[in-house]
């Protein structure tokens, strides 16, 4: 009887795991896609590879590290000796005060405006929606001269010149805050438009004011819209160039990409793999940040349904 049962068993056994085999086999034109963005991030990852290798040593030729004469090998700590000089910190210190500020100033009135702007009636209010388009269509290099203008009154003005005047690390964060508005406003407005009207209107016929409805109803549900916004001005704060250079003098007020630049003026006497090193010094700090906000961009609302005003 057991030796009659046991092949029943194996027989069974392996014919299902035939079937779970034969299922999970892929079709060419299941298999393209795949390869496409396979053949697509090789060159991409291949282009890293070649600026860690290239941080570590003193010539680079292809995906290999080389010494001053040529010769595979001569792994070396040179290009990272700009780690020690103190400047190289204060204009990092300068560009996480910039990128932080864009994050906090543009999230946090972009979400306000942005709440205002799709949930309440208000007169002028597409007259407003129609002026932060407009606002954004301006390139910065055509408000240079006004924006410099601003900066010299605010300069002028006691104890608040010293923060936010010109050649001051506040002053170029303002400037680039003022300059990103219309674009978080319009990015949040966009998600308010999308969240259900029950879970507010319940909340308003209960007595809450409209300050608590938006801090305890709505804004977890934008969650992912402020990670991607604050990704997105981090990125932009912490990769400014234009503002700073034009708005600031020396070092002390300088940010990491305009301190890079003074090692790039002349490409003939520049080490690529000094800018190399450099250069994945100011990525790290990007990473670190988009780790730290990737779960709430991956977490989408799913709750609710879209109701109208």
């Given at each position: 009887?057991?030796?009659?049962?046991?092949?029943?068993?194996?027989?069974?056994?392996l014919?299902?795991?035939q079937m779970?085999l034969?299922?999970?086999?892929?079709?060419?034109?299941?298999?393209?896609?795949?390869?496409?963005?396979?053949?697509?991030?090789?060159?991409?990852?291949?282009?890293?590879?070649?600026?860690?290798?290239?941080?570590?040593?003193?010539?680079?030729?292809?995906?290999?590290?080389?010494?001053?004469?040529?010769?595979?090998?001569?792994?070396?700590?040179?290009?990272?000796?700009?780690?020690?000089?103190?400047?190289?910190?204060?204009?990092?210190?300068?560009?996480?005060?910039?990128?932080?500020?864009?994050?906090?100033?543009?999230?946090?009135?972009?979400?306000?405006?942005?709440?205002?702007?799709s949930?309440?009636?208000?007169?002028?209010?597409?007259?407003f929606?129609?002026?932060?388009?407009?606002?954004?269509?301006?390139?910065?290099?055509?408000?240079?001269?006004?924006?410099?203008?601003?900066?010299?009154?605010?300069?002028?003005?006691?104890l608040?010149?010293?923060?936010?005047?010109?050649?001051?690390?506040?002053?170029?964060?303002l400037?680039?805050?003022?300059?990103?508005?219309?674009?978080?406003?319009?990015?949040?407005?966009?998600?308010f438009?999308?969240?259900?009207?029950?879970?507010?209107?319940?909340?308003?016929?209960?007595?809450?004011?409209?300050?608590?409805?938006?801090?305890?109803?709505?804004?977890?549900?934008?969650?992912?819209?402020?990670?991607?916004?604050?990704?997105?001005?981090?990125?932009?704060?912490?990769n400014?160039?234009?503002?700073?250079?034009?708005?600031t003098?020396?070092?002390?007020?300088?940010?990491?990409?305009?301190?890079i630049n003074?090692?790039?003026?002349?490409?003939?006497?520049?080490?690529?793999?000094?800018?190399a090193?450099?250069?994945?010094f100011?990525?790290?700090?990007?990473?670190?940040?988009?780790?730290?906000?990737?779960?709430a961009?991956?977490?989408?609302?799913?709750?609710?349904s879209?109701?109208g005003?």
């Open positions: 009887m057991r030796s009659g049962v046991g092949p029943v068993k194996v027989s069974g056994t014919s299902t795991v779970t034969s299922s999970k086999r892929i079709s060419p034109g299941q298999a393209l896609p795949y390869l496409l963005l396979t053949l697509t991030i090789i060159p991409i990852l291949a282009g890293y590879a070649w600026v860690l290798v290239a941080t570590f040593s003193q010539r680079t030729n292809g995906l290999l590290p080389r010494d001053a004469q040529g010769n595979l090998g001569g792994l070396t700590l040179q290009n990272w000796q700009f780690l020690a000089e103190p400047d190289v910190w204060k204009a990092t210190l300068n560009s996480f005060g910039i990128a932080m500020s864009m994050v906090i100033g543009v999230g946090a009135i972009s979400a306000l405006a942005a709440y205002a702007l949930r309440m009636n208000f007169p002028g209010r597409k007259g929606l129609g002026m932060t388009m407009v606002l954004h269509a301006f390139r910065p290099e055509m408000l240079l001269i006004a924006i410099f203008q601003v900066l010299l009154f605010i300069g002028g003005i006691p608040i010149g010293n923060f936010f005047g010109f050649n001051t690390v506040g002053g170029v964060a400037v680039m805050v003022t300059l990103d508005l219309p674009l978080g406003i319009w990015l949040m407005k966009g998600f438009d999308n969240l259900s009207w029950d879970m507010e209107r319940a909340a308003l016929i209960d007595g809450a004011s409209r300050f608590r409805v938006w801090w305890e109803i709505l804004l977890p549900q934008i969650r992912p819209g402020l990670a991607a916004l604050s990704i997105f001005m981090f990125i932009q704060g912490w400014a160039y234009l503002i700073p250079f034009t708005f003098i020396g070092s002390k007020v300088a940010n990491l990409p305009v301190y003074r090692f790039s003026g002349d490409t003939s006497l520049v080490s690529w793999n000094f800018v090193a450099i250069g994945l100011q990525l790290i700090p990007v990473l670190i940040f988009f780790i730290f906000t990737q779960e961009l991956l977490n989408i609302y799913g709750g609710g879209k109701g005003s």
